[in-house]
């Protein structure tokens, strides 16, 4: 089985940083790409950032220039660094990654965190 556990959310005033990381674990033979997805309160879950194994990157419109998404795929690793942070912004972020495990190379999977709640006071 493959784990994803997220760390980093809380509470914090507009304008404020936060940053989350996310730690892949379990039977895992490679990891194509991994990325954040956020959820708000009535809102359909959304991509905020994914970073490829390549290190190539995407971002969400409303986040260019004020997140930044990095990657350890050595340590099966992703990063969120959010700055300048915007009531707009809260919500549940969930991190995800494309998994090939081991036994199944050819074969990928989706993976999703639990989810860490990032809220974003006016």
């Known amino acids: 089985q493959v784990q994803l556990v997220e760390s980093g959310g809380g509470l914090v005033q507009a304008g404020g940083s936060l940053r989350l990381s996310c730690a892949a674990s379990?039977?895992?033979?490679?990891?194509?790409?991994m990325g954040w997805y956020r959820q708000g309160p009535g809102k359909q879950r959304e991509l905020v950032a994914h970073?490829?194994?390549?290190?190539?990157?995407n971002y969400a419109d409303s986040v260019k220039g004020r997140f930044t998404i990095s990657g350890d795929y050595a340590k099966n690793t992703v990063y969120l660094q959010m700055n300048s942070l915007k009531p707009e912004d809260t919500g549940a972020y969930y991190c995800?990654?494309?998994?090939?495990?081991?036994?199944?190379?050819?074969?990928?999977?989706?993976?999703w965190g639990q989810g860490t709640q990032v809220t974003v006071s006016s």
């Open positions: 379990g039977s895992i033979f490679s990891i194509t790409v």
């Open positions: 970073i490829t194994s390549g290190g190539s990157t």
């Open positions: 995800h990654a494309e998994v090939s495990k081991v036994g199944h190379p050819g074969i990928f999977y989706d993976y």
